[in-house]
């Protein structure tokens, strides 16, 4: 048992869990049509608690406030009716996607006349563990109830209030359907030791996910005894390349590192060709301090643009999630793509070029899950990949990468027919 849980926790932890591998068995016989309209009458549900949820969310942002959460954090944690209507038109859009379960993968015959049929199945009970993001208690109910597998959350305590609303409504929507509502399962409490006892659950729990920061996600990886699907922190990077067209630079730019702070793919890094420093890193450097972010440079970037700080090593790492980036410059592309590949989280990095050539070598060269051309990387997202919502953006190479969608959720095995076959 875990260090400092009580009884009564540990009883509750595993009833939960027990309580979710035993829906996972009714889950996949759910046909689509009852599926998709369980997530269609919660979406209206979640809409029409929306009062109720922004209350429930007030709360989690006054202990934000008095706790001194960073600014991005608070914009992650708020819910405002048109995030709450986002939230719902997420759970449409699963709706409206084709069902993977029972996708036949492959067929073939053996020699032997075995006639084998790979298909797509749950993949069972999955866990999450997240910070800071109530929107995620609706998308992995919605992604995981899709795919026919139950869901065991573990949200942050700073959102504590607002998670238990949504899952109260999900609940209510599952049980006016005669769905067991063990399809989805919030743990509640909000010790530490609860959710390092959470990551021991392998004889209930299939398969683990970990949303948040950095540090979350590595005590999840070093701790856990269930597999887990890393999703990656985000030190995002754009390279200007030399043959890069100012105006797109400086829209692409603004836009990857302010549009929204608080997200994994925002663009945290600039990476300078030496031949631009002096026209259009300058010009986008202006652009981002009127946007009031802070310039972490090397020494030819700051002689270039004095209106920023010096870079350590330290910050070229950096996921800031905040009004800071960092900028490198470098002799050619070849060094652009070798610094990245060094620095980043291996999420999502871009370049800006009219060099097809170079953007060609770049979307080749760069080893992370998502590489842009002119765009922005604020892209790498489960609803603008069209996946109605996302578990994730795995950053690892083992079954999945990138967005996780409901493809990503699902397993497979093989159904093989035969007339008596023996082996000799």
């Known amino acids: ?123 069972g009970v999955i866990g999450i563990i997240y910070e800071s993001r109530p929107n995620v208690t609706a998308d992995a109910f919605a992604l995981t109830f899709k795919t026919g597998n139950a869901v065991v959350l573990k949200g942050g305590s700073d959102a504590i209030n607002s998670n238990s609303a949504i899952c109260d409504i999900i609940k209510a929507g599952l049980k006016e359907c005669g769905i067991n509502e063990s399809a989805i399962e919030l743990i509640r409490a909000t010790d530490r030791a609860v959710t390092t006892r959470f990551m021991q659950m392998k004889d209930y729990v299939d398969v683990l996910i970990p949303r948040g920061s950095k540090g979350l996600i590595r005590s999840v990886v070093e701790n856990s005894q269930i597999p887990v699907i890393e999703t990656g922190a985000g030190n995002c990077h754009v390279y200007i390349d030399k043959a890069a067209d100012t105006d797109m630079a400086v829209k692409l730019i603004v836009n990857a590192k302010t549009q929204r702070l608080g997200t994994c793919n925002t663009a945290e890094s600039l990476v300078v060709h030496k031949d631009v420093l002096d026209s259009v890193y300058v010009e986008a450097a202006k652009a981002l301090r009127e946007k009031k972010v802070v310039l972490y440079g090397d020494e030819r970037a700051n002689k270039a643009f004095a209106d920023a700080e010096t870079a350590s090593d330290e910050d070229f790492y950096t996921e800031y999630l905040d009004l800071k980036m960092s900028v490198k410059t470098v002799d050619d592309i070849d060094e652009a793509i070798a610094h990245i590949n060094k620095h980043s989280t291996h999420h999502s990095d871009a370049i800006i070029t009219s060099d097809t050539e170079a953007a060609e070598k770049f979307l080749n060269e760069i080893d992370s899950a998502c590489v842009y051309w002119n765009a922005s990387t604020r892209f790498t997202d489960g609803f603008e990949f069209g996946f109605g919502a996302e578990i994730g953006i795995s950053t690892q190479k083992l079954h999945a990468r990138g967005p996780m969608g409901l493809k990503e959720l699902t397993s497979y095995k093989y159904k093989i027919k035969g007339n008596g076959q023996t082996r000799g």
Do not use: W
């Not at 006054?62 to 001194?68: M, S, T």
């Not at 084709?98 to 006639?115: H, M, Q, S, T, W």
């Open 1 to 123: 048992m875990a260090e400092n849980i009580t009884k009564e926790q540990e009883e509750e932890l595993i009833a939960l869990c027990a309580g979710a591998c035993a829906a996972k068995y009714e889950l996949q016989k759910l046909s689509t049509e009852e599926k998709n309209k369980a997530l269609n009458l919660i979406a209206d549900k979640l809409v029409a608690n929306s009062k109720l949820l922004m209350e429930k969310n007030a709360l989690d942002l006054e202990y934000g406030e008095k706790k001194g959460i960073s600014a991005a954090l608070m914009d992650r944690l708020t819910l405002n009716e048109k995030r709450i209507e986002d939230i719902a038109e997420g759970l449409r859009q699963v709706a409206a996607l084709a069902d993977p379960i029972g996708e036949v993968l492959e067929e073939f015959e053996r020699p032997n006349g075995l006639k084998m049929c790979k298909v797509r199945v749950p993949m």
